[in-house]
């Protein structure tokens, strides 16, 4: 059996159902899932409630029958704001939600985080058997996925956060790479996968007075050439993946915390430029150099996401701002759709999947709307629990992480 489990674990091979990374396989919260839920309660539509010990607000990732996530729980184990927080990844089966494997990885004196994140927010990401996680400038680690087991691991890259840490890890070729953008001193670093040694550092400089931001990167391509692309205060970098070298930047001033992963579609880029006003960017990616005057396409500043990234459907970019309120503009233009309340307060991002758009409010309120020019609400799915962590799809199903639980959600 465990043969068979080390086997599953090891293929290169992703399946369209599997879940990778924050986002998904495709890094833009798109699933190729079918016949997913549409409606949900606390006691209706669950295949298994899982309990997660500590707090943390990774989503999750699947592979095959296994899904991955972290948290922190409390040194000592009594949960206390003050604790020093013992840095656990742990491994689930997707079947039943009981608990394969939980690792701890790292100690940490217990820095202060924002009331909106952990000391594991960022998402691990899996390839060929290994599972990469990452907890900011708390440390850094490779394991196992198939047993947990430790392959390497770094403290190495401590910096000044503030708020916590975000950034989800990406991986390029034999690079791991996430931004660190730290209270002085921004940067974006890339480790060697398979030993955790630094391969290249990006100094980020902009304007911006506060430097500290959470955005996970994304590799596009363009004109056959990859690009790393890497929102930070105040400016957008896009960098040579390999040898972490510019290839162009886009300056926007003082925006700072910045935390939606970007989106390509349409030969264009759209990102939000953070607190304290955000303003929704289509950047043209094909410039050298500083293009902040030359490659805008259009921008929106009403009703930007601080928080949640966006999806592109067909034509379409949907992007929901923190309160609630969610936008439907055309991608191309930048022409404004509608604009309408949708949900409560909200920090995940959305999905799109089986012909729906899904969207988990911070209150635990799951609200499904129907893609297209007109706003419409198809259900409205109160779970009652407290979530920032955005949805992963297992099979057919959902999978929401609240501030107790893990959740499966079947049709």
Excluded at 263 to 286: E, M, N, Q, Y
Aim: charged letters at 20%; a neutral charge; glycine letters at 8%.
């Amino acid at each position: 059996m465990r043969t068979t489990l080390v086997l599953l674990l090891s293929t290169s091979f992703l399946s369209a159902a599997d879940w990778p990374e924050f986002r998904g396989s495709n890094a833009q919260g798109h699933s190729e899932a079918t016949n997913l839920p549409l409606t949900w309660s606390p006691t209706a539509g669950i295949a298994w409630k899982a309990p997660l010990e500590g707090i943390g607000w990774s989503s999750p990732v699947v592979i095959g029958e296994r899904i991955f996530l972290t948290s922190a729980l409390p040194v000592g184990g009594v949960e206390d704001p003050k604790a020093d927080r013992s840095l656990h990844a742990l491994a689930l089966d997707a079947a039943t939600g009981k608990p394969v494997w939980d690792v701890e990885i790292f100690t940490a004196t217990s820095p202060r985080t924002h009331r909106k994140n952990s000391h594991a927010s960022p998402t691990p990401v899996y390839e060929d058997g290994k599972l990469y996680v990452h907890f900011g400038h708390l440390g850094t680690a490779c394991l196992d996925a198939a047993t947990g087991k430790t392959i390497w691991s770094t403290q190495e890259f401590a910096y000044s956060p503030v708020h916590g840490n975000g950034s989800s890890p990406v991986l390029f070729e034999d690079l791991l790479i996430f931004s660190a953008d730290a209270e002085t001193d921004p940067k974006v670093i890339a480790l060697d996968k398979t030993t955790g040694k630094q391969r290249w550092a990006f100094a980020r400089q902009s304007d911006a007075k506060k430097k500290f931001s959470f955005c996970t990167p994304l590799i596009i391509e363009v004109n056959g050439q990859k690009q790393l692309i890497t929102p930070g205060s105040g400016v957008v970098n896009a960098l040579n993946p390999k040898e972490g070298t510019e290839i162009w930047r886009f300056n926007y001033d003082q925006g700072y915390s910045v935390v939606p992963r970007p989106i390509f579609a349409h030969g264009l880029l759209f990102i939000s430029t953070g607190f304290d006003k955000p303003v929704v960017l289509a950047i043209k990616p094909d410039g050298k150099g500083d293009v902040t005057a030359t490659h805008l396409a259009w921008s929106i500043d009403k009703a930007a996401p601080h928080d949640p990234s966006m999806v592109v459907i067909g034509d379409e970019l949907y992007f929901i701002a923190d309160n609630g309120i969610l936008s439907c503009v055309d991608a191309k233009t930048g022409q404004v759709h509608y604009q309408e309340r949708c949900t409560g307060p909200i920090s995940a991002s959305p999905l799109f999947a089986d012909g729906k758009l899904y969207l988990q409010d911070e209150k635990g309120l799951g609200v499904v709307v129907k893609p297209g020019k007109t706003f419409q609400i198809l259900s409205k799915n109160d779970l009652g629990e407290h979530t920032l962590a955005s949805y992963a799809v297992v099979g057919s199903d959902l999978l929401i992480r609240t501030e107790g639980n893990l959740y499966r959600i079947k049709k």
